[in-house]
């Protein structure tokens, strides 16, 4: 089905996982943006570049039916200067961890930060996508500038 026939937007970088097909010991995925999903993503994350989107992903069985998620998203990206203006080019290395239950099943409080399993499928490439997003700085700049103090005279 496509975005038009669902009305959910389509992600721009969807590699779903089958909870259920992930082996009892678990699996390494290792996933990566193609050009056009690059430029979708750069829309979507407010940057004006991203040329590199990838991950390392080690999915497990987790708590009857939940799914652990354990990996390294690596992303080479331009980004704006709050400080000067200028677009500079940058390489994040993020660490990433995130559990996963069925719907119902989250009852105790170490399960508060589990997110759904949505049709017994989790998009690893949004979750790449959620995790680099998370990582952003705000307020980016390049390495050794500063904020300087400017009072205006009235």
């Known amino acids: 089905m496509s975005h038009r026939q669902t009305g959910k937007p389509q992600p721009e970088f969807s590699r779903p996982l089958i909870v259920d097909r992930v082996p009892r ?3 390494t995925e290792k996933i990566g943006a193609d050009p056009p ?14 040329h590199a989107l990838r991950a390392e ?3 497990t069985p987790w708590r009857g ?32 961890q995130r559990y996963f239950l069925p719907p119902g099943a989250q009852s105790g409080s170490d399960e508060d930060d ?4 949505v049709g017994g499928v989790v ?16 307020y980016p700049r390049l390495p050794g500038e500063a904020f300087s103090a400017h009072i205006e005279d009235d």
């Open 25 to 27: 010991l678990g699996s």
């Open 37 to 50: 999903e690059l430029q979708a993503l750069a829309a979507r994350l407010g940057v004006p570049a991203v």
């Open 57 to 59: 992903i080690r999915a």
């Open 123 to 138: 998009d690893l490439g949004e979750v790449t996508v959620e995790t680099l997003a998370l990582d952003l700085d705000p």
């Open 65 to 96: 039916g939940g799914l652990k998620l354990e990996g390294t998203v690596t992303a080479d990206l331009d980004q704006i200067s709050v400080v000067s203006l200028e677009t500079f080019r940058q390489t994040l290395v993020i660490v990433m």
């Open 114 to 117: 589990a997110d759904p399993i």
